[in-house]
């Protein structure tokens, strides 16, 4: 892969960073309008999924090519880590995991909407962004 070609993909891939960053910033404006002062938490729960689909594009930019596809599913996905990220974050409050597995499928419940949401604004970003990714 010459200069050029890994000048592109960093572009691409610092886009989708900062994309994820305002999406992010946006969904936790939302969620801090009906929470009252959720807006640190909601931001950073939000975020998470957006920088660790970032670090597997980096991780593994020198094969996009053959990737593209699963980078998008990817991309689609990770947002849906965030009802066990939620869940998580709670049990170091309480330290139950049975009360951790029924506030997981409840957030599952809860969040499954606004989640596809998110997966589906980072799979357009993901698409708009990384056209790149596949030459």
């Known amino acids: 892969m010459n200069n050029e070609q890994q000048n592109e993909q960093q572009k691409a891939i610092r886009r989708f960073f900062i994309g994820s960053f305002f ?12 929470v009252g002062e959720a807006f640190f938490l909601s931001f950073l729960i939000s975020f998470i999924p957006g920088v660790m689909t970032t670090l597997i594009f980096f ?9 593209y596809g699963r980078y998008l599913l990817v991309a689609f996905f990770m947002p849906f880590l965030i009802p066990i990220i939620v869940g998580l974050s709670l049990h170091f409050v309480d330290l ?16 499954g909407l ?14 708009v962004c990384l056209p790149e990714m596949r030459k």
Do not use: H, M
């Open 23 to 34: 999406i992010a910033l946006v969904c936790a404006v939302i969620i801090s309008e009906f």
């Open 59 to 67: 991780v593994t930019r020198e094969k996009a090519s053959r990737y």
């Open 96 to 111: 139950n995991w049975d009360s951790t597995i029924d506030t997981i499928i409840g957030a599952y419940f809860l969040l």
């Open 114 to 127: 606004p989640c596809t949401i998110l997966g589906i604004v980072q799979l357009v970003l993901a698409v």
